[in-house]
């Protein structure tokens, strides 16, 4: 697929090393024995981690590149000032997206999870399959698995990872396996329309040797695959679902024959499918119904994901990466299954362009919490727009209130709190942080 390859190029600069995409991929490089080194925006815990690698990291954009390659994030401007100056000093320049496929490359079996929603979680449960039983794997998470963070590397046979569809990444991947858990409208600030969206998932699974599709998803299902997973349809489908404390178990059925009985470790029915997705991959790769079922009970979850965090107040938090509509409705289900007391929600919208896009499905999905606050907006990438904004929407909520800082939230939070209460933190962005700061 690419020309050039790794080991073209003596030592690489990152740019904007501490993302978590990126900081995986250049401590792959730094496990092959390659000098790298980076910069990011601010200090974060994932920063001071590469730091104790042996990785170095400066903050800022100030440090000059002497390094042959640069490899630069997504978010990162045109106008970044060490991209600009690297341009002119005739370094070569690799995007992230072009970069994992060249990693992907160096590998005989690549299994890439693509989707909306889901795939951290999907690639993580392939992740603990693979280790399990003691295949040569290493694998590109993109958050932080409880027990291998964001980078496993035990071999160089499989390369398990994920697919963004974000500015059609995921076109940049050699997969020999293609997993599509879901196609909805996301990052359409990327896309012309829907059928653009569709067709690039579309190009994505007929590029690979097997696609394995979910069923149950209209869009995706809708794409010529060999194999497909769901709830109750497909060739790899759940059986007698049965929910406990959020935590679900079914019998995990092939081409109509019931193979083994499976008890996930996590909570939300989502998770169910993200189970049979990574199921049906493996099986492509001869493990046995018992040996998933291994995998796949080991596995306890990723961090923000409907992750418990501590108390606010004395009341239990919940931080969630959910910043899609579709996934905050999958999470409140969640949560007011489990919750005793009153839901307390605490939303951050997730870039000007997601939200102004999708402004009335937040609005419904959030119009039934009765305890709300929405927090300004993480604008990643983009510049301010007031049609995007989080006091837009926050207007369209006349239940929510309007919080910019950990402080504020504590505040509002501190209101009449409750032992059975539960507070829900929502968005892909600063949030989980924010919330940190205020734990009891």
Sequence with gaps: ????????????????????????????????????????????????????????????????????????????????????????????????????GMTAEEYPHVISVAGCHGKTSCTAMLAHIFRQNDRKFTCHIGGEDAEFGNFACFGDEYFITEACEYRKSLLSLPSECAVILNIDRDHMDCYRNEKELCETFGRFAAAAKTAIVNADDPRACSLSHATAFGLSNGDYRALDL???????????????????????????????????????????????????????????G???????????????????????????????????RLCRGRLRVVFQPHTYSRTKDLMEDFVS???????????????????????????????????????????QIKARLSDAPKKDDVILALGAGDIDRMMREILD
Excluded at 45 to 73: C, H
Aim: aromatic share 8%; hydrophobic share 40%; proline share 3%.
């Design 302 to 336: 990723v961090g923000r994901r409907f992750e418990q965090i501590g108390t606010v107040c004395g009341m239990q938090a919940i931080s969630d990466y959910a910043h899609h509509p579709r996934e905050i409705a999958e999470t409140l289900a969640t949560a007011r």
């Design 242 to 300: 049965r929910e406990e404390e959020e935590r679900y178990s079914f019998t995990a059925e092939e081409r109509g024959i019931p193979l083994v009985r499976i008890r996930l470790a996590l909570a939300g029915r989502v998770q169910v499918l993200n189970a049979l997705a990574s199921f049906a991959a493996a099986r492509r790769y001869g493990f046995t119904a018992e040996e998933i079922r291994a995998g796949l009970e080991r596995f306890t």
């Design 365 to 407: 999905v959030l119009s039934d919490c009765e305890d709300l606050l929405i927090c300004r907006t993480y604008a990643a990438r983009e510049k301010f727009d007031a049609d995007g904004s989080a006091c837009a929407l926050a207007a369209r909520l006349p239940q929510a209130g309007y919080v910019s800082s950990a402080a």
């Design 1 to 100: 697929m690419f020309s050039e390859k790794i080991s073209d190029y003596r030592d690489y600069y990152f740019v904007g090393i501490g993302g978590v995409s990126m900081s995986a991929l250049a401590r792959r490089l730094h496990e092959k024995g390659i000098p790298v080194r980076g910069s990011d925006a601010s200090d974060s815990p994932r920063v001071r981690a590469l730091i104790a690698e042996g990785i170095p990291v400066s903050i800022g954009t100030d440090e000059e590149i002497a390094a042959q390659a640069v490899v630069y994030t997504g978010a990162a401007e045109k106008d970044h000032p060490q991209l600009a100056a690297a341009r002119r000093a005739g370094k070569r320049l690799i995007s992230r997206a072009k970069f994992l």
